[in-house]
């Protein structure tokens, strides 16, 4: 029987990876295992957990990130010694295939699901072709199952994928160039067939927007969660959603009846101005000013907000830090999700830097490592380096020191009126508390400013 090594790279294990509260089991890896004929033997070796030990088998695949590419071709090379094929596939090398090509066998460009079959094909034939374009599969007649089977069990949550695609075209945002533009959907009854195979208690919709941008999605969306009621699922799982989900209460009131805890949602700044060089259409269609009330809005049916933010913008200032700093805990964020603005593979805003020859860091491979939302890779206008990692530190350590930690925890606990809501929100903020501390900038920068904010 022939053997097939699906892997999943972690070049540098910090940030999410330091808890498995925030990190998500590779579901990709397991859709390609259940599309592998089944005379062959499928592993999934995953570097969350260890390292992979290089043993033997007739087939390596790949899927990696940018920031763990590095680690990707790390693997691939040595694989490729011994004179085993290696498939390489997954965002980043969709994005730069030609790069990829140098370091393994064959690419996959795009979704695998519709081409993986013609991959093992051609392998068992010897006639591996350079790249295989993955065509954008139908999901409403997509009846595939992934092989949770083999994936390691000490994930916290198990993880569903119900749609693809987003309409939206934010510069600094990979999804509608390497899933499309079309919001793609499951039908309801294959999403709760498979919830309902699916053991174990907790889960994360990995969805980009679970409840979607027009009236037919959001009506799915509440054929889930009513589904989820009557079938007494009694599972409890966070998603991600945009800001406008604010608007639809009584999808959220189902949401929270179905075991919605968390609700990623994407604030990005609170600058009108970058808002608009982000080409973040919806958040200024809603308003900075109403993002009080799109707190509340979740808040009201129980459910925590997840709130993500990105520092490095052009033109950003002490000043306009410290009045961030205060406004996410004015306005009640139950997590907050900071990153660094980082022009990533495929993107408008990686073309622009390039363009401008802005980029700090184009040694490429190695310099990969650094594209993981905790460096700064580009230069901004305005403001130096340095001041985003102190402004990194400044705010984290407004939101995790006594008393304002506990001071926020308290008002999530009296906002969202659930245990177990609540008990999500402590652990998330504890993972990324340790993200932070776990940080490259942690101890290398001060938590103030060298001058004096005024106000």
């Known amino acids: 029987m022939k053997k097939l090594l699906l892997v999943n790279p972690v070049g540098q294990t910090s940030g999410y990876l330091l808890s498995k509260f925030s990190t998500i089991p590779p579901l990709s890896l397991a859709y390609i295992a259940a599309l592998t004929p089944s005379d062959w033997e499928v592993k999934i070796a995953d570097e969350n957990f260890s390292q992979v ?23 691939a090379g040595n694989y490729r010694e011994k004179g085993i094929k290696v498939v390489i596939g997954g965002i980043h090398a969709s994005m730069l295939p030609d790069e990829a090509l140098q370091h393994a066998d064959a690419v996959v460009v795009g979704e695998g699901e519709g081409i993986w079959k013609k991959v093992i094909e051609d392998f068992e034939n010897n006639q591996l072709k350079g790249k295989y374009i993955g ?45 499309g533009k079309e919001f793609r959907q499951r039908g309801v009854r294959d999403v709760l067939d498979e919830l309902q195979a699916i053991q174990g208690d907790l889960l994360f919709f990995l969805d980009d927007n679970l409840i979607g941008h027009s009236p037919e999605s959001r009506k799915r969306a509440v054929g889930i969660f009513e589904g989820m009621i009557d079938l007494g699922l009694n599972k409890k799982w966070w998603m991600q959603t945009s800001i406008d989900a604010a608007d639809e209460d009584y999808v959220l009131k189902k949401a929270s009846e179905a075991g919605c805890m968390l609700a990623l949602v994407g604030f990005e700044t609170i600058s009108a101005t970058t808002l608009k060089d982000m080409k973040k259409g919806i958040n200024l269609k809603i308003g900075i000013d109403n993002y009080k009330r799109v707190i509340d809005a979740f808040h009201r049916h129980g459910i925590g907000v997840v709130g993500a933010f990105i520092l490095g913008n052009d033109f ?98 009296i906002s969202l009126k659930n245990m177990t809501n609540f008990y999500a929100v402590y652990r998330y903020n504890q993972a990324l508390k340790r993200s932070w501390q776990g940080s490259h900038y942690f101890k290398k920068y001060p938590a103030k400013f060298p001058i004096p904010i005024p106000g």
């Open 135 to 179: 065509p954008r599969i139908d999901l409403s007649q997509n009846q595939i199952r992934p092989r949770r089977d083999l994936l390691d069990t000490r994930y916290v949550f198990h993880s569903i994928q119900t749609s693809r695609g987003c309409p939206f075209n934010c510069n600094f945002c990979t999804v509608s160039n390497y899933l």
């Open 316 to 413: 950003e200032s002490p000043n306009y830090y410290e009045e961030m700093a205060r406004f996410l805990v004015r306005t009640g964020i139950d997590v907050v999700q900071l990153a660094i603005l980082t022009p990533l593979p495929g993107t408008a805003f990686m073309n622009q830097m390039e363009k401008e020859g802005r980029l700090l860091y184009h040694s490429f491979p190695d310099d990969w490592d650094k594209y993981r939302l905790s460096h700064v890779v580009h230069e901004p206008q305005g403001l130096e380096p340095e001041t985003i990692y102190i402004a990194n530190n400044y705010i984290k350590n407004h939101l995790y020191s006594f008393p304002r930690n506990h001071y926020r925890m308290l008002r999530s606990f």
């Open 53 to 75: 030990s290089f043993e033997e088998a007739d087939l390596v695949g790949i899927t990696a990130f940018t920031s763990s590419i590095r680690r990707a071709y790390e693997i």
